[in-house]
């Protein structure tokens, strides 16, 4: 056994696919910027599902992928028009536990802080910090929910994670197995001085969604990882300003190859 970076053990290969056999009732995709739709599903519904905390961003699709049962949500809606800081997230998490989800993968686009974290790379990040405000950000309001002060420790489920960073060991491309995601309130893009203040802070991937939706998953019981995409250099990380044109170009092989991840670590959820 090693230790690798962000502190999680890896094992030999041989050994990890005993020990990683993570069960998976129902998996959830939320599909974040360039991900809104997923053909790929061989759908057996379209549903509204209506939530006592509101609208959901938009249909929850559920069908077969794999042989496994998939519930996709458009997390900016189809067309993508909902903003970052306007999405509900809590009616979405909440609409998918009515669902039976007890496994989401997010998939993020985001801009890239850490020097390995170039446009068109895929990480699976390990960390969070919260620059969010104004979200409604937890279901124990005291309102919803009596309040409660959950566990985030570790944000994202360390199974889950580690069956998405060995499905890239059957993918023709390779990914980052780490990653602080700091979460922006958006929409705009960041300053040179913020992301420059990010970097100092220890954060290595940028994105405007990550946040609330871990915590929300967490509040839920749902085992929640987050497959990002970097789409762009964070300000400041390139000679020129960000363009959504660069963006783009980016998004469409990129989107590629984390649906060809997604296909596998599925096949893998047992
Ligand atoms: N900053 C914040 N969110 C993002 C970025 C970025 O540079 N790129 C994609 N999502």
Redesign the pocket.
């Known amino acids: 056994m090693t230790k690798s970076t962000n502190g999680v053990s890896r094992f030999s290969s041989a050994l990890k696919i005993y020990l990683i056999n993570m069960k998976a009732k129902k998996i959830a995709i939320i599909g974040g910027?360039g991900l809104t739709q997923l053909p790929e599903l061989d759908v057996i519904s379209e549903q509204v599902v209506e939530t006592p905390l509101g609208p959901t961003s938009g249909l929850l699709t559920e069908g077969k992928w794999q042989g496994k049962d998939i519930v996709f949500l458009a997390r900016h809606g189809h067309p993508h028009s909902v903003p970052p800081h306007k999405i509900n997230y809590r009616a979405n998490l909440l609409a998918l536990q009515q669902c039976g989800v007890d496994t989401i993968i997010a998939v993020n686009?985001?801009?890239g802080i850490h020097p390995l974290m170039g446009s068109g790379v895929i990480a699976v990040p390990h960390q969070i910090v919260d620059y969010t405000w104004g979200r409604e950000s937890t279901f124990f309001d005291g309102e919803f929910k009596p309040l409660d002060h959950i566990d985030l420790t570790h944000p994202y489920d360390n199974q889950l994670r580690q069956v998405l960073i060995d499905s890239a060991d059957s993918c023709d491309f390779s990914l980052q197995d780490f990653g602080v995601y700091g979460a922006?309130q958006?929409p705009r893009?960041?300053t040179i001085a913020e992301i420059d203040r990010m970097e100092r802070d220890g954060c290595d991937l940028?994105?405007?969604t990550g946040m609330p939706e871990a915590t929300l998953a967490r509040e839920l019981n749902i085992a929640y990882a987050s497959l990002c995409l970097v789409?762009?250099p964070?300000?400041g990380k390139s000679d020129g300003e960000?363009t959504m044109d660069e963006?783009r170009a980016v998004l469409a092989g990129g989107m590629d190859q984390v649906k060809q991840l997604l296909a596998v670590a599925i096949e893998r959820l047992q």
């Open positions: 910027t686009a985001v801009g922006t958006g893009l960041e940028v994105g405007m789409v762009n964070a300000a960000i963006i």
